[in-house]
């Protein structure tokens, strides 16, 4: 039977850790997500894994062997946050170049400058682009069982690519929530024995890793990854189906929460889904006709299915817990991408909030959906929670 | 032969040692020319080189591997007894 336990987003994420029993974990202490490491390292400790636990200087380091790891043929998994995945970066780009399914939690924060250790989710989206799949959200429960999928889909023979898993700092992180852990019998099942394409310790087929290809070849291993990520969009609804046998929950590209007859919609990621669906809820109520749209997957982005699930909506709006500065933000750059083949599409309100942890309240959400329903949409940004 | 990428093995995965294929000695602008009567056989030449392409057997030091020095030329400096020269390549 599952066990009920009260955990934080990030011992659940660490109680993943455990089922899956990786071979090797390097890691490097970071607000917010040091405690899972931290409690990863217990289980480490007291024998209740076989994990080589590496206590790395760096974060450069810390992907650097589980680049090495990987490479060598274990099983291999990492978490950090904010900065540490900005000192990771080069390490990040070789572990996906050299196609290597490591799965990493990144529990969103800020970057700095100015330092903060709050949620937001410039870490992650600043990586976008580095052939990572990228996995968000809601809360601890979905941070423990995207953990356990992730790892599936990373060493599918066809998509062979690094996953990151992210959840919100602080507010998911260390918040205390039920958490349904599943039997450790399913998961070991589930996640099934790792048999890795051509490691280097298999000494009888000697392989190189990490060649030089310059104008030759470089171009052809950029069209290979871009496959593996087509492939992966499929498959990860298959290894979610095969996952939703033992949750019985659903892990579909997003969640549409009641979208169906909605007017006005809120397209966001992680956290604020949770926020949001309080808000719709009670709107609900009075007659309100407002939805969510809460993306799971983020890359492959899912733009076809996306444009499907809002060609009938009149207005939304994209909140965004990071800017690209100059251009348009990340999460609404995707949305308003998946409409432009649409004859029909919803107006667009971007909306920044969050950044460096500043709180958004349901009535932040409330007023933003009473101004989409009355079509008060602009091209300009709006920022939530600016003192303006 | 171009390769097509559905062909290739992923993550520029090759066979081991492919490195012996790759004949980097075309980048060099200087080549060294050894008197091999002239060398004395001490080795420091041979251990210093970042190329590992000075050769030794029986305690002789054998002919620069010209298909995989790139010229750099810290065998000419360090040689004790100056029976290394640089040339420029044509």
Redesign the interface.
Known sequence: MPEIKALTGDQAVAEAMKQINPDVVPAYPITPQTEIAMTFAKFVADGDVDTEMIRVESEHSAMSACVGASAAGARAMTATSSAGLALMWEIVGVASGLRLPIVMNVVNRALSAPINIHCDHSDSMGCRDLSWIQIYSEDAQEAYEHTILAVRLAENKKVLLPVMVMQDGFITSHSLENVEVLEDSKIKKFIGEYKPHKPLLDIKNPVTYGPLPLQNAYFEMKRQQIDAMENAHKIFLDIGEELSKITKRKYYYFEEYKTKDAKAVIVVLNSTAGTTKAVIDRMRQEGKKVGLLKIRLFRPFPYKEVANALKDIKFAAVLDRSDSFGANAPLYSEIKNSLYDLTKRPKLQNCIFGLGGRDISEDDIEKLFSDLLKGNVSDKVKFIGLNE | MK???KE????????????LK?KTGSWKSFKPITDLKKCINCMICVVNCPEDCIPSKDGKRKDTDLDFCKGCGICAKICPVKCIKMEEEQ
């Not at chain 2, 290739?8 to 490195?19: N, P, Q, R, V, Y």
Request: net charge negative; glycine share 12%; aromatic share 12%.
């Open positions: 390769k097509s990428w290739m093995d992923i993550g520029g995965l090759t066979e081991a040692a492919s490195s790759f």
